[in-house]
């Protein structure tokens, strides 16, 4: 069965420097997610892409942030210069559309970042 | 704006028993509503979902919600309890199409022998 993939599963950074998580989605798959979970809290929306663009942005993707699909199968998150606060696990998640109202979303296995 | 309030942030129940997690939710719209589970060290696994056919869900391990509008909630029962079902739970709400999910704070489902 087809699953979203994360690269690597656990990261940890200095603060102040960059990070880059990788996701594979489902290949057929056209819109793609990002959300972060902090520990102990809820899963929060980050941000949604599709076409190429961004679709959808919480008030939490601030400059800071910034995604990208620089091929054909990735779907990448940058953080620019981390913060202490930016520790959390980050889920990608995938949806087809279908022509109806609602494209459920798939979510891959998370990348932990811990920032030192 | 959707919000998603959920009670209880731990919920014991026995091996067998009836598992009930309350879900209440808030949009301005005709909302989507979901279930997820988390298992440890793993990602998120939709359990059911409601996109306004029928108002009683059934999903994956016997998980079953009811979406009542009235009462703006949609809570996750099942009849037994089975010690595979303790997880963390999270409800959450979305507009449709491609808008992201706002999720709820999850309730943690401890199974007691």
């Known amino acids: 069965e087809p699953e979203v993939t994360q690269t690597p599963s656990h990261q940890v950074t200095q603060m102040g420097q960059e990070v880059i998580l990788r996701c594979v989605p489902i290949s057929n798959h056209l819109y793609f997610y990002w959300y972060r979970q902090i520990l102990g809290q809820k899963v929060e929306f980050l941000v949604s892409?599709?076409?190429?663009?961004?679709?959808?942005k919480s008030e939490i993707f601030d400059d800071q942030f910034s995604v990208e699909r620089p091929d054909g199968s990735n779907f990448t998150l940058k953080i620019r210069s981390t913060k202490l606060e930016d520790s959390a696990m980050y889920f990608c998640?995938?949806?087809?559309?279908?022509?109806?109202?609602?494209?459920?979303?798939?979510f891959g296995p998370g990348t932990r970042l811990t920032v030192l | 704006a959707q919000s998603v309030t959920q009670l209880g942030s731990h919920v014991s129940v026995s091996e067998g028993a009836l598992v009930l997690l309350r879900c209440n939710y808030s949009s301005s719209v005709p909302p989507y509503l979901f279930w997820y589970v988390q298992y440890p060290n793993q990602g998120l696994q939709l359990l059911l979902k409601y996109t306004s056919a029928a108002t009683l869900v059934k999903g994956i391990n016997g998980f079953e919600a009811e979406f009542k509008k009235s009462e703006t909630s949609f809570h996750l029962t099942k009849p037994s309890a089975h010690m595979s079902d303790a997880a963390e739970y999270f409800c959450a709400v979305s507009r449709g199409g491609a808008d992201g999910l706002t999720f709820g704070k999850g309730t943690h489902l401890i199974i007691q022998p």
């Open positions: 892409f599709y076409n190429n663009e961004i679709s959808e």
């Open positions: 998640a995938s949806s087809v559309p279908t022509g109806q109202a609602y494209n459920e979303q798939f």
